[in-house]
């Protein structure tokens, strides 16, 4: 069938990019709500696929019981560990099928070369971590309404925020998972879609499970980055603040000049220590010492139509892999 296809569209003189991608997929990015349960079995298809290359490991489990993943594509063994994160906010899960996509496309190139590198020698050197759905019960809630928070009570006192689920950016309990960082964190907002910073530091379990995560893979290496994948505004965070280490400033200056090269997004003025409040960015950096880069994609609001992926895939596929090979 993948061959008759592919004749087909040399035949008809189309460019057969288009037909052999998506013939060749696992991971399909032409429809709207790419979910939990789609999500799961991907992450398996592509480990069978890929066993060579691509290993994945739950993390932890979020506020209403769904898996959270770390999927390492290189050798887990490395020195050297670059880690993506996205999804932390609920309504921008489009960042889930673009890592999931991202995945697939760095195992599906592995023996080639990319940027006129190769891409196995690159990733002999680094793992690349990439932790595709951050906030899976948010993105349940953003994609079927509040009927897909498991927990009884949870669903309704998420329901009686009055709050659309459709625009819901915070986890199954109301917490903000961008917010609850331990760096200058301080109480703020109340439980609901969005902007809540939790009742105490890191007191949601995604966002200790990526703590404890990152833990361990410090344990192993060096984190040499991390890019956090958000939308929407085709912009981009890449400025350190005075307290940035002088390492973690030009290495942090170093991935956004290229990430700016290839998305084109604006990039955005830094936030101060003191009002980072929570956030994941800052704890990056200033408490971890680890570069850090954020990406919001797409150009309209959340959740961003799918319209949108051909022009967020065409400036984001080469992110990781490019970015591993500058940090390498
Ligand atoms: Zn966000």
């Known amino acids: 069938m993948k061959k008759l296809l592919l004749i087909l569209a040399i035949l008809s003189g189309i460019t057969c990019y288009g037909l052999q991608a998506h013939a060749a997929s696992i991971v399909s990015t032409g429809h709207q709500k790419y979910n939990y349960k789609e999500y799961l079995s991907d992450l ?5 696929k890929y066993p060579d290359y691509l290993q994945y490991k739950v993390i932890g489990s979020s506020a209403d019981g769904r898996k959270l993943h770390d999927v390492v594509v290189g050798n887990p063994d490395a020195k050297k ?6 999804n932390l906010h609920a309504r921008e899960y489009i960042t889930t099928q673009l890592t999931m996509a991202q995945i697939e496309y760095i195992c599906k190139n592995y023996k080639k070369k ?3 590198k190769k891409v196995s020698s690159t990733l002999d050197k680094v793992a690349i971590h990439f932790i595709p759905s951050a906030d899976p019960d948010g993105t349940a809630i953003s994609q079927y309404g509040f009927g897909a928070i498991r927990s009884k009570s949870w669903r309704n006192k998420m ?9 819901w950016k915070a986890n199954a309990r109301g917490v903000d998972l961008n917010r609850n960082w331990p760096i200058s964190w301080a109480a703020g907002g109340s439980r609901g879609a969005m902007g809540y910073r939790g009742p105490s530091a890191a007191s949601e379990p995604e966002v200790k499970a990526i703590i404890k995560d990152v833990n361990k893979i410090q344990k192993k290496g060096k984190i040499i980055g991390l890019i956090s994948y958000h939308s929407m505004g085709c912009i981009l965070y ?3 603040a005075s307290q940035a280490t002088s390492s973690v400033r030009s290495k942090t200056t170093r991935m956004y000049q290229l990430a700016q090269k290839l998305t084109g997004y604006r990039l955005m003025p830094t936030e101060s220590i003191s009002s980072a409040k ?3 960015r800052e704890y990056f950096l200033y408490k971890r010492h680890i570069p850090c880069i954020t990406l919001e994609v797409g150009s309209s609001a959340s959740p961003v ?3 949108q992926f051909p022009s967020i895939w065409r400036k984001n596929k ?8 500058i940090l390498s």
């Open 278 to 280: 929570g956030c994941s």
């Open 44 to 48: 398996a298809a592509l480990q069978k």
């Open 305 to 307: 139509p799918i319209s």
């Open 114 to 116: 990319i940027n006129k």
């Open 81 to 86: 560990h670059l880690i993506v994160i996205a």
């Open 318 to 325: 080469d992110i990781p892999i490019r970015e591993a090979q």
């Open 238 to 240: 890449g400025r350190c």
């Open 159 to 167: 329901k009686r925020t009055g709050a659309s689920s459709t625009t």
